[in-house]
């Protein structure tokens, strides 16, 4: 059984960084497109980042663009989100996602979701 697991989550003031981590067990992660969403209160899920089963094709949402980068590292079965210029805004809990497909995952139906970390970033 395939299971994702959030870390790195907490709070931080605005214009802070904080790094996301999610390590896949059950199956290797080369074997997915793996990304990150986000819902902050009273709003639907947003797709964050994006990243191809090898590592290389990324893809990000308009909100993060030039302040957060995913990263893979599937020797350790983990991907990464390097969040930079944290905003008031980008309060959210965090989810990773994992599909075979990188479509799929950027279309919000992955197959396997984390348990979700919270980011609280205070002005």
């Known amino acids: 059984q395939v299971q994702l697991v959030e870390s790195g989550g907490g709070l931080v003031q605005a214009g802070g960084s904080l790094r996301l981590s999610c390590t896949t067990s059950?199956?290797?992660?080369?074997?997915?497109?793996m990304g990150w969403f986000r819902q902050a209160p009273g709003k639907g899920r947003e797709f964050v980042s994006g990243i191809g089963r090898i590592g290389v094709s990324t893809y990000s949402g308009d909100s993060v663009k030039g302040r957060f980068t995913i990263s893979k590292d599937n020797a350790h079965n983990t991907v990464f989100l390097q969040m930079n210029s944290l905003k008031p805004e980008d309060t959210a809990v965090y989810y990773c996602?994992?599909?075979?497909?990188?479509?799929?995952?950027?279309?919000?139906?992955?197959?396997?979701w984390g348990q979700g970390t919270q980011v609280t970033v205070s002005s």
């Open positions: 059950g199956r290797a992660s080369s074997s997915f497109a």
């Open positions: 996602a994992a599909d075979p497909s990188i479509t799929a995952l950027m279309s919000g139906i992955a197959d396997y």
